[in-house]
C-alpha cells in the first residue's frame, strides 16, 4: 500500500518530466491551442448535460461533415444562408 506522501513524490516526479507549454508558440499554433480549449470545454458541456454518448456522437458527426465539406448550422440571423466548413484561400 502506498503512502500519500509516495503517491506525491511519484506524482511530482512524473510532473516535471512532462513537457511545457512552448511560450515561444506561432500565432497559428495558439489559436489552434484555444480551439483545442474550446472543444474540450464544450465536450464537457455536453457530457454534463446529455452523457457520454450524446457528446461523443455529437463530436463525430461535426467532425464528419466537415471532412465531407457539408455545412455544419445555419447562421443565427435567420437566413438560408450556411457556415461552409472549407479553408478560406
Request: aromatic share 4%.
Amino acid at each position: 500500500m502506498m503512502s500519500r506522501n509516495n503517491a506525491t513524490m511519484i506524482a511530482s516526479k512524473q510532473q516535471a518530466q512532462m513537457p511545457s507549454p512552448q511560450p515561444d508558440m506561432s500565432e497559428e499554433a495558439g489559436s489552434k491551442d484555444a480551439f483545442f480549449i474550446q472543444l474540450a470545454e464544450i465536450a464537457e458541456a455536453m457530457i454534463a448535460a446529455h452523457g457520454r454518448d450524446f457528446a461523443t456522437g455529437a463530436l463525430v458527426l461535426s467532425a464528419k461533415f466537415g471532412a465531407e465539406g457539408k455545412p455544419l448550422n445555419k447562421r443565427a440571423n435567420g437566413g438560408d444562408e450556411t457556415v461552409s466548413a472549407e479553408k478560406p484561400g
